[in-house]
């Protein structure tokens, strides 16, 4: 089986990212054009833009404004005029006490669900939009174990914006399949990227070796495989589905 996604336009968000550079570089590897978006880390989009080849280009937004999500779809139309696969990767895991002041704890809050799940929305929105007027689209929300297990005490945030991306999947599923637009989830648990590192500074990774099955943890390599074979076409039939990659360390 040989997987060809020459032509294909991907939009994959949070590029940069540990996750999101995989998924880019795999996506590239298999022959797509990928539109990968940044917030910060200009440069090292720029790099991995080169890599990919197949007219990649990068693009900037901050989605902690979830409105400019919509200029980032419109960027991404006007250079390549439609998209076909959305990959919902960028977010952010900030640690929020239940004791801290409650215009911190606020403030963690709203910018966690605006980054992990408004801006999402909005994209989602923006794609299925596109992908009625060409011949349909998939979406692959990057979610979280946290979604289906819960999370740790100081998480609340994180752990209801990746069950809100859950929910908006199976929704877009359900809703737009007759538009053949096919929309997935897959849920890793912990895996090694920057995102973890306040986490493991402060936990260690014993603590987080100890919940896996496996005897290594996860890495982005492990992730973005399933997010090519999902943007192939090959698994349509299981939209509205989730994926685990977690290493069994929560087993549904
Ligand atoms: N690592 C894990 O253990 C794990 C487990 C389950 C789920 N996930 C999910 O996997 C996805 C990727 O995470 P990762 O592990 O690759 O983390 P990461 O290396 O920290 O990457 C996060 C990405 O999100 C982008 N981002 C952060 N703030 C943003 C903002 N305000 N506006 C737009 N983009 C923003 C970053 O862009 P810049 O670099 O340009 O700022 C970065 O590319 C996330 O949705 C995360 O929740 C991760």
Known sequence: ?????T???TL???GPGG?????VRHLAACGATVAIHFSKNAEHAKKLMEEAGNDSKSFHADLSEPKNAVKLFNDVLDAYERVDVLV????VYIKSPNDEKIDEWLATWNRTIAINLTAAGVLCREAINNFKKHDGGRIIHIASRAAFRGDY?????????????????KTIARAYGKHNIKSFVVAPGFVRTPIVDEYIKEHGSASIMKELSLVELTTPEDVAPTVVFLASGLMDHATGCSID?????YVR
């Open 88 to 91: 919902n990767n960028a977010g």
């Open 19 to 23: 996750i999101g550079e995989s998924i």
């Open 12 to 14: 994959v968000t949070g």
């Open 7 to 9: 032509g294909k336009i």
């Open 153 to 169: 005490e100081d998480y609340f945030a994180y752990a209801a914006s990746k069950g809100g991306m859950v929910a908006l999947s």
């Open 245 to 249: 990659i977690n290493a069994a360390s």
């Open 1 to 5: 089986m040989k997987i060809d996604l």
